[in-house]
């Protein structure tokens, strides 16, 4: 898709929109590919948190955790309250079986949760896994919402 633009350009703007673009890799299931394209649009804006938590989405998906969980740190040093990157952390932390620290983000994401009809299957996934961890839940606890993009 990038490559086409380039050559032609882009009606609009005369540019790639990189971060589109590897939104769109990304429903579509090609992670490694909108991996390079929210690298591209990390060039253009450096230091976005929004890329960077779409960057650790993906390395996520390819099963990269370690780097994943890094980029989620990454974003929290920048802004503390981006609560997709505590969601993501969260997530990766009770893969990882520290669970102490899993909880501490899935508080973090609750508190400052997103609103909207996109977001609510990943704060009920959130407040159905605290419980659990809690022992406020007797169910293990639910896999993630099919789309992490909110």
């Known amino acids: 898709m990038a490559f086409w633009k380039k050559l032609f350009g882009d009606a609009d703007s005369g540019r790639v929109d990189y971060y589109r673009e590897g939104v769109e890799l990304l429903k579509e299931g090609k992670f490694h590919e909108a991996l390079t394209s929210f690298r591209l649009a990390l060039k253009d804006s ?83 896994a605290l419980a659990q961890l809690r022992g406020e839940a007797h169910e293990s606890i639910p896999e993630p919402p099919p789309d992490e993009l909110f």
């Open 46 to 128: 450096p230091g976005d948190t929004v890329i960077l938590q779409q960057i650790a989405i993906c390395y996520t998906r390819i099963g990269m955790t370690e780097e994943a969980a890094k980029t989620y740190r990454h974003v929290l040093q920048k802004e503390p309250g981006a609560s997709g990157a505590h969601y993501g952390l969260a997530f990766i932390l009770l893969r990882t079986g520290r669970a102490d620290e899993a909880a501490d983000h899935l508080e973090a994401f609750l508190a400052q949760a997103p609103a909207g009809p996109e977001a609510g299957d990943h704060v009920a996934h959130a407040r159905a």
